[in-house]
Every structure is written in C-alpha cells, then in structure tokens.
C-alpha cells in the first residue's frame, strides 16, 4: 500500500480499514512526506489548544496574574481528570476571581477511561475528581480564556461564543499559525463549547511546524511548559504524556477529537498532523506511531511504546479478539 492504513483485524482476518491521511512539514511549508490527502479538510479540535493558548502569554496575561508553567500545560491540555490537574485548574481560576460556575465546558466520562491505553493488567485509575465542569479535559483551556477576559477587561459572560473578542483573538491566532486567512477558516462548534476551525491538514501540519521552530519567547515558553509537564497535558497512561516523557525535549504532540494528532519534532524542524479519516480515535494513536516510526524517530516509538503501536480489540468480557495494526506508509516527497 502506498499510503497509511490501520487494520482492525478479527483474529487474523481484516475486519475493518481507517485510512490515514498525514502531512509532514517544514516550517517554511515544504511538503516532505504524506499520505492520503495531506490537504484533507480537518477540524482542528483540541490539537489547537496550544495555539488558543498563545495569547494568554503573548499578550502578557499569563505575567500579570502569575500563571505557572504548570498552569500553562493545562491551558493546552486534554486532561485526565486526575485530582492533581484539576486542583491546578481550581487554583488558576481562583486566582482571577473565578470559580467552576465560570466554566462553560460541560461534564464527560474522564479521559483516563476512553483513551488511556494501560499495560496489561493496570488498574484503572482511582485518584479521579468528581464529574463537572471543572473536571472536563477542557477545563485549563476554558480557565486560560477566562484569564485572557479578565486580563482584557473583557466580559466573561459568553466568551464561547463566535463574536466575543476571546474567541476573536484566537481565530486571529490560529489563522497566523496555520497560514490560512481568517475570512478562509471554516469554524463549527467544539465539544466544549468554544469555537474550532477547519484547515486543510497541511495547514495544521504548518502550524505545529512553526511551533517547534519559533525562538518567540511567548512560544518557548509553551512549549517549555508542554515538555517539561506531560503529564498534565494528558496523564497517566496517555500517548501524549508518554511520547514527551520518552523524547524529552524533542518532540510536542497534542491530540484532537475525532482521529486527529498534531506533533513538532523540536530538532528535525518539522510538524505534522494526522486525521484519520473516518475519526477512530483509538485507530489514530497507531497511525501516530507509524508515522513517527516511518520519519526515523529513534528509538522508534512502536518499540518503546508497544502497548500504543498496536492495540488490543477485547469483547464485553474483556477478552482479547483482534487488534488494531498499521499497514502501508508514507510517500517521501
């Protein structure tokens, strides 16, 4: 096969095919690899967390209310909902004279259910904070865009919505990361509430690209926070945490809802993103690791991280069936 595919397989037959679209960037733009189609419209979802959260510190907020690298890691995460991460959060928002009422993410299952992936024979996790607002994988990114109001002087009633100048300043900045002008950015509904936009994935590639590559302090800064704090940009058993604790310094990855993973490689110069197409999510963590493996990340992650690599399909009585395998690759431009 010429482009990347992961299997679900049943036994040994092939049950089911999610076809992977990738691109790989330089910061200039250049395409070096794909597959698919690297143009393929992409809903950025959380993968746009750590460019939501520039403006925070760019625009010197993070500064004026003493906002903690840790703090910032939560900004651009999708967290576990782990006691430590949200007590952080509490904290931040206490600090800007808000509370959990503030926060108009909703409650969901934690994360550390639907996507951590455990060795065999982990326990789930049991230091989980109660469901609400406050516990939802968004709640640093809902509390970093409450700063930004405050610091603004803007309003935080409505600060979801499209037309309020949080929103506004995000959809400025993610334009600037991206390439893609502001009029041409596609926009719908996150699952949290706020807005996200749709690029064509080797826009989104750019953008993390950029990310890597930029010596703006503001920039450094995330990026600082992100690799230096994994696990509070995901948590216990999650592929993001585990990637940056096994490459420190050398890569940042982020992933989206609904298929899609956002990654700079810090001393190669390039960013890419990968959308599977039909929004496996679990099926896009493979497909994140055989991109890796394929660009000569080393060690490469399948060994290091086999549990991610390729992934147990169990029944409703826990039993082994099949599993979840990358097959073919990337085209090298």
């Known amino acids: 096969m010429s482009s990347l595919v992961i299997q679900a397989r049943r036994g040994d037959a092939i049950e089911s095919l999610h076809r992977v679209s990738v691109a790989v960037v330089t910061e200039g733009g250049e395409l070096v690899a794909r597959s698919g189609d690297p143009t393929f419209p992409t809903f950025l979802r959380s993968a746009a967390k750590p460019f939501q959260a520039m403006p925070l510190v760019s625009d010197g907020i993070a500064d004026r209310f003493g906002v903690t690298d840790e703090e910032l890691a939560l900004a651009c995460a999708s967290h576990n909902s782990e006691r430590r991460q949200v007590g952080l959060v509490r904290g931040l928002l206490a600090r800007i004279g808000c509370d959990e009422s503030h926060l108009a993410c909703g409650p969901h299952r934690p994360l550390a259910f639907d996507l951590a992936v455990r060795p065999d024979g982990a326990a789930p996790p049991t230091d989980l904070a109660p469901p609400g607002p406050l516990a939802s994988n968004c709640s640093g990114k809902h509390a970093g865009m409450l700063a930004l109001a405050r610091g603004k002087g803007w309003a935080i009633e409505g600060y979801t919505r499209p037309d309020h100048p949080v929103q506004q300043r995000c959809r400025a900045e993610v334009a600037a990361w991206t390439g893609v002008e502001e009029a041409a950015l596609a926009e719908g509904v996150d699952g949290c509430g706020v ?3 749709q690029v064509p994935l080797v826009a989104a590639a750019r953008a993390f690209a950029r990310f890597g590559a930029s010596d703006r302090p503001a920039v450094a800064r995330l990026r600082m ?46 960013g890419l993103a990968v959308k599977v197409e039909d929004g496996h999510v679990r099926a896009s963590m493979v497909a994140l690791l055989a991109v890796l493996d394929q660009l000569g990340l080393d060690p490469h992650p399948s060994e290091i991280l086999p549990r991610f690599a390729s992934q147990t399909i169990v029944n409703t009585r826990g039993l082994s069936v099949g599993s979840l395998r990358p097959a073919g690759g990337l085209t090298f431009e």
């Open 195 to 197: 807005v996200t936009f």
């Open 225 to 270: 926070a992100m690799t230096g704090h994994p696990d509070l940009v995901a948590g216990r058993d999650r592929l993001d945490t585990e990637l940056m604790r096994a490459y420190p310094g050398a890569i940042v990855t982020k992933v989206g809802a609904d298929g899609v993973w956002g990654a700079a490689l810090l001393r190669r110069g390039l």
